[in-house]
């Protein structure tokens, strides 16, 4: 294996992310999720010390920079110094909302509701993140005019998918490729697209 750097690792902070999300959606267990969670954890620490040999931040400054982050982002649940607000917002929406307007105001470069969704994510999670901005915003989330009917469960509803996949498989087509371009599409129906 050749030198560390962030580049080479970034493989393994995925695999690792993706294998906490199958433990907790396998129901793997406390153990198993305290063990991937350490593998997630040793990922950031890895990470953190490549940038220290650079001179450029530690693992202290991470956690620094996070709880300041967290303070920032949630005044309706913290204090400017850190301690618990006495009282909450009453919703989840109303949460969601705070958080908007907290992280909108953090960041004026993002210009646009969907700026800072990554490129790099699988494209159904993408798309999922897209709708999801989309409707907070209360723009038209145009679908190019398909109309499926959702099943009501989501074990038929990934049988659904997966035959989807299959069935462009078969026909030659790329699920994967095709999601993408559908999102290209609705980015530029939207004003953005990265």
Do not use: C
Not at 111 to 135: I, S, T
Not at 181 to 190: E, I, K, M, V, Y
């Amino acid at each position: 294996m050749g030198a560390l750097t962030h580049e080479s690792l970034v493989e393994y902070l995925l695999e690792e992310a993706y294998e906490v999300a199958e433990t907790i959606e396998t129901a793997g267990g406390d153990a198993e999720l305290k063990s991937e969670l350490g593998d997630v954890l040793l990922q950031v620490v890895l990470h953190a010390r490549l940038a220290e040999e650079r001179g450029a931040f530690d693992l202290d400054d991470v956690a620094r920079a996070l709880m300041a982050k967290m303070i920032r982002r949630n005044p309706h649940v913290f204090r400017p110094d850190g301690s618990l607000q006495d009282s909450f917002p009453a919703t989840v929406e109303e949460i969601v909302l705070k958080w908007d307007a907290v992280k909108k105001a953090e960041k004026p470069e993002h210009g646009h509701v969907f700026d800072g969704v990554p490129a790099a994510l699988p494209a159904l999670a993408r798309a999922q993140k897209l709708l999801d901005r989309a409707e907070r915003a209360n723009l038209a989330a145009d679908t190019g005019g398909a109309a499926v009917e959702i099943p009501a469960t989501e074990t038929e509803l990934g049988d659904l998918l997966f035959g989807i996949v299959a069935g462009a498989r078969a026909g030659g087509l790329d699920a994967e490729r095709a999601l993408r371009g559908a999102l290209r599409r609705f980015q530029d129906s939207n004003g953005s697209r990265p």
